[in-house]
């Protein structure tokens, strides 16, 4: 813990040069508040991103969302601040501000021209300490929750599905429940139940802001000192998260829900973001559902045309998560057709090498996809931001491309051969409700 | 920030936003052909034909296309509106030659055999089947097919399954020749392309277009709503309610876009500032988010509110709609100061609009084509700046209010038919099932 007395420092630890003239650099103050600066001066604008290591991850049964629902209440009330300045003070400056929570993370941003700097370093800072809350307060931003997930859950097939799939694929692991939370358990939530999550999770030694744009390092280091360096560090519980054990045998749900033909969603348990298997299943990925010549397109969509649409991805997170496909089927085609293709083709890349032509193809279409996202500042810093929470190290960004395009295709093979098996699998089949069960 | 100018180049207008930071080129083939074109019954034609051109051409076919573009690490897309059809590209920098000899292959010897004629139209069928069960995309299609009456505007530039259906290769053959030439062609790159390499890169694409000559179609948008009118969309098992409340709006072309879009951005634009933000989810929690929006397209158009509260609360938050809606154009419904702040907002979030070399040529484009001047970008802010309180709450008095009006709501029908129509004075309430298009 540091004491508020010395004085706070800024620490440089290390860089990354990448492209014409560009620098990500990466410091640390006294309390252990991380920072991370992209100087970009090709728009006169900056995209600035609070990113705090704590996500569904850190609930438990029984306050299930309140990660969630607390990122909603960071933009109330604090002790200098009334309600609703946070968010005015803001849009006064032309800035778009939102923010985000997943499994692992929950992060905050602000995009703003690039004059408005100085305004916030304080109004973050202000918010990482001293928020409060009332019981109203909470109580409507609840009820804009449960709308939330009606909206994103209970109205939306897909939204059904997910939670379905991730129910039963993960037995003992947090990910088992959703990110937005059970409703019964969002209607449930307290303000005590809040501040305390608050208080345990919300310090300067679990955040890492993230710069990027047309600022200046030593001037936005140096006002984000002022505001922060004050604020003590905190000692974050360690995690005591249950490892999800071996899966033994294949699961299955079976939905009737409102929609107009079948739709299929499968997770194969895979691996975490650190593992050095990542790059092997992005390039598996990419050779069974990336772009219109990709396997599963055409045997699925454009000639085999039983399918309307079709996915495949593994959004890598902290611990091992899911290698996800999901497929739609055309009126009257039955989810089983699409799962025994996928299965057969999972087999394929498992009994014969992927040829270099496929896998060259795959490459580019990830170096592509690459430089698509990371465009505007706000991707930009987001980019860095995921990386350096959930990976480890920001600089993953820009040296995983490297790691990417050595990946062989034995590597492919192996990789498949190892998740993609029957048993490691949980299929969601949702069907049609019936007539007269409507 | 640097603007960029247009380029007449022969028959084509050309644009180049030029920046090196990322090795990926974005390039925008358009013609100044839309849905618009769409003869009465065959609506869905200009689109269906332009993602059948994708489809084959005389020297290679669908699949090795598919193969050539993802192995250079490029996509194409075909994007229709109403007044123009886009092929947007996107490719490795290093790659970009290629692409843009394929895609003029492709938009010049089409090959449009039966059988891709046939798949495409199923897969069409398929995405139509599809929108039925996302209901953020049905409430909107439904919207503008409610709201726009008889209008060309209320198709979907995709058309439907029955129009389709009637679409034979002649028509297409037919209005391949009439409209996909170069007489006005725009295309536009950005991102790592030397000025040099873009005006090669047009001449020579240009030069494998034949002439033709280009008739533009004009058809005002003359809309008449009488009191509330109440449209359900009705899907079963709805515990949300998507809905919509419209009404005529201006054409994109008019000044009159200016004071309202500052008025519209006050009420219910994207700021959480926004009334009505404020009004729906900040105060009652009713959503998760509420917003309204000039619709403006070049021939006329609607403003619209939108939210999506849960069944219980829907009818409340109509009504406080409707509310909202007449008091608006007083100083107690949007104050002074709140009008300044949006203009304010708007001012000085435009460089977001136009912060990557993609996002400028997508912009150029857009006002080029629907018949803004060349320097509308450039001037957009002092525009706006020029726009007094007053004179946004005029125009805004003058165009909306809260009478005649047209509410399209997603929903269970029969959480709401019984009592709907007295709740909020409705002069007509009609079910419709969600599944006709």
Redesign the interface.
């Known amino acids: 813990m540091s004491s508020s007395q010395e004085p706070s420092q800024v620490f440089e630890e290390n860089h990354f040069e990448f492209g014409e003239g560009l620098v990500a650099r990466k410091f640390r103050l006294t309390n252990g508040l991380k920072i991370i600066v992209l100087e970009d001066h090709s728009s006169p604008l900056f995209a600035y991103q609070t990113w705090y290591g704590v996500g569904s991850r850190n609930e438990r049964e029984g306050i299930t969302g309140i990660a969630h629902l607390f990122e909603h209440l960071m933009f109330k009330e604090t002790r200098t601040r009334k309600e609703g300045d946070f968010d005015r003070m803001m849009e006064e400056q032309g800035g778009e501000i939102n923010a985000a929570t997943f499994v692992d993370w929950t992060f905050y941003r602000e995009t703003l021209p690039s004059a408005a700097f100085s305004m916030v370093p304080p109004l973050e800072a202000d918010r990482m300490q001293n928020v409060v809350l009332s019981d109203e307060q909470v109580s409507s931003e609840r009820e804009v929750v449960a709308n939330e997930r009606r909206f994103r859950v209970e109205n939306s097939p897909d939204g059904t599905m997910q939670e379905s799939l991730y129910s039963t694929a993960f037995r003992q692991h947090p990910y088992r429940w959703p990110v937005i939370g059970w409703m019964k358990d969002i209607q449930a939530m307290s303000r005590e139940d809040c501040l305390k999550f608050y208080q345990t999770y919300y310090a300067p030694n679990n955040a890492t802001i993230v710069l990027v744009g047309d600022v200046e390092t030593s001037k936005v280091l140096r006002e984000i000192n002022e505001a922060y360096g004050a604020i003590p560090s905190s000692e974050i519980p360690s995690e005591e998260i249950p490892v999800e054990p071996e899966q033994e045998a294949e699961r299955r749900v079976f939905l009737e829900l409102s929609i107009p033909s079948e739709k299929l969603l499968m997770g194969y348990r895979s691996i975490g973001a650190t593992h050095p298997h990542l790059f092997a299943l992005e390039v598996a990925n990419t050779v069974l559902t990336g772009g219109r010549s990709s396997r599963l397109y055409r045997k699925l969509i454009s000639d085999g045309q039983i399918c309307s649409d079709l996915a495949g991805y593994s959004y890598p997170t902290k611990d091992p998560g899911l290698q996800i496909f999901e497929a739609t089927m055309r009126a009257g085609e039955k989810a089983t057709k699409a799962e025994e293709i996928i299965a057969e083709e999972l087999k394929r890349i498992g009994e014969e090498l992927v040829g270099e032509e496929e896998l060259a193809k795959a490459k580019n279409q990830i170096e592509m996809k690459f430089w698509e996202n990371f465009s505007t500042v706000d991707e930009k810093a987001e980019a860095l931001g995921y990386h350096e929470v959930t990976i480890g190290d920001y600089r993953r960004v820009f040296t995983d491309m490297e790691k990417l395009r050595g990946v062989t295709a034995a590597d492919v093979q192996n990789t498949v051969k190892q998740y993609c098996t029957p048993k490691n699998r949980t299929v969601v089949t949702a069907r049609p409700q019936k007539e007269e069960s409507k | 920030?640097k603007f960029v100018n247009w380029e007449q180049m022969g028959d084509v207008s050309a644009i180049l936003v030029e920046?090196?930071?990322?090795?990926?080129i974005f390039f925008s083939l358009a013609f100044p052909v839309g849905a618009y074109a769409d003869p009465s019954g065959k609506e869905g034609l200009t689109h269906f034909l332009a993602t059948l051109c994708l489809r084959g051409t005389r020297s290679h076919s669908?699949?090795t296309i598919?193969?050539k573009?993802?192995?250079?690490?490029?996509?194409l897309v075909v994007e229709t509106g109403f007044h123009s059809t886009i092929v947007k590209g996107?490719?490795?920098a290093r790659n970009f030659d290629e692409v843009l000899n394929l895609t003029t292959e492709i938009l010049t010897e089409p090959a449009l055999t039966d059988e891709e004629f046939d798949?495409l139209r199923?897969?069409e069928n398929?995405?139509f089947?599809?929108t039925?069960?996302?209901?953020m995309e049905l409430a909107r299609t439904r919207y503008y097919k409610y709201i726009y009456g008889n209008h060309p505007y209320h198709f979907d530039p995709r058309g439907t399954p029955e129009s389709l259906a009637r679409i034979t290769r002649d028509d297409l053959l037919e209005h391949f020749r009439l409209h996909f030439h170069r007489k006005d062609l725009v295309f536009g790159a950005s991102g790592g392309i030397h000025t040099d390499r873009f005006h090669g890169a047009v001449s020579e694409m240009a030069a494998r277009f034949p002439v033709g000559t280009r008739k533009q179609i004009t058809d005002p948008l003359n809309l008449s709503i009488q009191g509330r009118e109440v449209i359900l969309i009705d899907?079963?098992?709805?515990?949300?309610v998507q809905f919509y409340i419209g009404q005529p709006g201006v054409s994109a072309l008019s000044d009159e876009t200016f004071p309202l879009e500052i008025f519209g951005t006050a009420f219910a634009g994207k700021?959480?500032?926004a009334k009505y933000m404020q009004e729906i989810?900040?105060?009652?929690?009713?959503?998760?988010g509420a917003y309204g929006q000039l619709d403006a397209r070049r021939d006329g158009g609607s403003f619209y509110l939108f939210t999506?509260?849960?069944v219980d609360d829907a009818i409340p938050a109509i009504q406080l709609s409707l509310e909202l809606l007449k008091k608006a154009p007083t100083e107690e419904g949007i104050a002074d100061s709140e009008l300044d702040?949006a203009k304010?907002?708007?001012?000085?979030?435009?460089?977001?609009q136009v912060?990557?070399p993609?996002a400028m040529l997508s912009e150029k484009i857009y006002h080029r084509l629907i018949g803004h001047p060349d320097n509308y970008l450039e001037t957009y802010r002092d525009r706006l700046s020029s726009v007094s309180p007053a004179d946004a709450r005029s125009v805004f008095q003058r165009n909306f209010g809260a009478e005649n009006v047209r509410i399209i709501m997603l929903c269970s029908a029969k959480d709401f038919e019984k009592d709907i129509g007295e709740a909020l004075g409705a002069s007509s309430v009609k079910v419709v099932p969600h599944?006709q298009f």
């Open positions: 920030m920046k090196h930071d990322r090795p990926l669908r699949s598919e193969e573009l993802d192995h250079l690490g490029a996509r996107q490719v490795l798949k199923k897969e398929a995405y089947h599809l039925l069960e996302r209901d899907k079963p098992d709805r515990t949300q700021m959480f500032q989810r900040v105060k009652r929690g009713w959503a998760y999506f509260p849960k702040f304010n907002y708007l001012v000085r979030s435009f460089p977001f912060q990557v993609e599944d």
